[in-house]
């Protein structure tokens, strides 16, 4: 999933300052999943909001809903009637919903209540670790499924770097190195070959250093 | 000086009626919940936003919550909460979370008074 976490409370009232009336609005995907952007949270962050106005003497109305998804033009759709009734809209989805709300709707004020952080595995309650970096050239297959670009902190395709210390990585000891994971796995599995191989330099317009990303399905897409 | 004061608790940790904030000087407002662990960092800084100058939210003690980790949940969330009312500018300590034995009213009440102090305390830095 995507994860995510709140803003601090600051930054959205910076960016609301002007306005009266906001809607605050979540998305039941990958936010309410990581508790960062859901129904709940959609209640905290208006109440927040609100207190925090009231106390300082300039009262904020707000709306709360949460959509199916954000990131999917069908699902914004009630935005086109909430529109006209607040100034602005604190989106609780990641930046996909945010950016999705700024084209489709050029007229409405959209601000983050969020940061997107990364793709992320819910590996114990209130815990989420990064395990995908969305590079668009997945090499899983040869490392025993352990991705050394997501996981390991300097995107090493061939082998651990000099300093990883008993199977810790070096820019933070509490993370294991990845690399190490990898020889280990395949070596247990007697698949150390697949690591016979060198990692050519890895292109990386795929990942997105060739700009924004698509994906085209041609047969999904209709006439209109 | 009207001082109000917020009491989230579950419905097993105490039944307090009226009769019994009847000794605190100011107005008492009551929510009371299935279980401490249904109670949200909303419900509470909806207490604040109703005007209360400082919360208590009171569970069950830990190894007696008929949902077995509720008042524990509780416990978290009033701590969600103190940081969210530091971020906006307001004092933590606002809000205040006991674990309390079942159907005793004498240290229910005891928490209560506390929060009404620290109330007291908040409303006349105000």
Redesign the interface.
Same mark, same amino acid.
């Given at each position: 999933m995507i994860v995510a976490e709140r803003k601090?409370? $600051?930054r959205v009232?910076e960016a609301i300052e002007p306005y009266q009336r906001v809607l605050v609005l979540g998305c039941r995907g990958c936010v309410a999943i990581c508790s960062a952007g859901g129904d $709940?949270e959609v209640?905290?962050m208006?109440?927040?909001l !609100?207190?925090?106005r009231? !106390?300082a003497g300039r009262p904020l109305e707000t709306g709360e809903a949460t959509l199916i998804r954000q990131c999917d033009p069908e699902y914004l759709a009630p935005l086109r009637e909430w529109a006209d009734k607040y100034e602005a809209v604190v989106s609780m989805a990641c930046g996909v919903g945010v950016n999705l709300i700024a084209d489709l709707f050029p007229e409405i004020r959209v601000y983050p209540g969020v940061d997107t952080t990364f793709y992320g595995a819910n590996t114990a309650l209130g815990e989420w670790q990064e395990k995908c970096r969305g590079c668009g050239d997945c090499i899983l297959d040869l490392t025993g499924g352990l991705c050394p670009i997501a996981r390991c902190a300097k995107n090493l395709l061939n082998g651990p770097c000099g300093g990883s210390q008993g199977g810790r990585c070096e820019i933070r000891p509490e993370v294991p190195c990845v690399w190490h994971q990898i020889y280990e796995r395949l070596s247990a599995r007697g698949e150390l070959d697949r690591l016979m191989n060198f990692f050519p330099a890895k292109d990386w317009r795929p990942a997105g250093h060739g700009g924004p990303r698509d994906r085209i399905r041609e047969d999904l897409k209709m006439d209109k | 000086m009207a001082v109000t004061i917020g009491v989230l608790c579950c419905h097993y940790t105490n039944q307090a009626g009226e009769e019994d904030f009847q000794g605190i000087p100011g107005t008492v407002i009551v929510r009371r919940y299935p279980c401490s662990g249904h109670i949200?960092?909303?419900d509470i800084?909806?207490t604040?936003?109703e005007g209360a100058e400082a919360v208590l939210v009171a569970g069950c003690e830990a190894e007696s919550c008929h949902n077995l980790s509720g008042s524990q949940r509780a416990e978290k969330k009033v701590q %969600?909460a103190r940081k969210?009312l530091e971020?906006? %500018?307001?004092e933590p300590e606002r809000v205040r979370f006991a674990f309390l034995p079942r159907l005793d009213t004498g240290p229910f009440m005891e928490e209560v008074k506390k929060t009404f102090e620290i109330a007291l305390t908040m409303k006349s830095k105000s």
């Open positions: 601090p409370i $600051r009232l $709940r209640e905290t208006a109440a927040a !609100r207190l925090a009231k !106390r | 949200e960092v909303a800084l909806r604040f936003e %969600g969210i971020e906006i %500018g307001l």
